[in-house]
């Protein structure tokens, strides 16, 4: 099958945001001793949720620009979900520090919308790697 010919800058991005993402989890989960934990938590999350979806940007555009046919392979559809869990986390996250009534709720809600999104990320960038060859 033809892979488009832009797929390494899309690659890269989707890469980079897994990487920043992963950071900013890891942070919350072993760095509340610190009193920076949240601050830097937020800041890097951010960052790989901006990058992933300037990746999803450089991905449509990589897409029109070569076969035109969105959704063509099970990547583009997983990849879908994905965003919408990357861009709903950071919302949730927050959401629990704004209302303290039902702040506890959200946070369980954000903690594992947060763990969904990793975990769906790091499967389509095995699916991304297989459908280039680089694997497989
Ligand atoms: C990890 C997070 C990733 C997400 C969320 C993601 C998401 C997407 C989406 C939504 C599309 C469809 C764009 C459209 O149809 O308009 C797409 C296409 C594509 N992605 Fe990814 N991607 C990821 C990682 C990767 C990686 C690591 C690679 C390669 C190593 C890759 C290679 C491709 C290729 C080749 C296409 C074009 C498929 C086609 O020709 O229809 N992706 N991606
Ligand atoms: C896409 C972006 C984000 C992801 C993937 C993410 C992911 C996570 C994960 C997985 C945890 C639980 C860590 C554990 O296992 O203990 C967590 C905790 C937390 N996150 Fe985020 N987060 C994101 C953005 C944010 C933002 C923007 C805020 C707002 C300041 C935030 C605030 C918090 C707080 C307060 C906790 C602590 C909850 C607790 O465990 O007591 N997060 N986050």
Redesign the pocket.
Known sequence: MEVPALWPYHAVLMITGFLL?ST??LI??YM?REQWW?KV??TI??S??IIVISGLLMAIYMVSSSTGIHFRVPHTYLGAIVIIF?AM??IL??A??KSESIGMKI?TI??W???I??VLIFLNMLSGILLVGIIG
């Open positions: 993402l900013g989890m919350a989960r509340k949240l938590h937020e999350a951010i790989g949720a990357v986390t950071p996250g927050y629990q520090l946070r954000h903690r919308s947060g763990r999104a990793l």
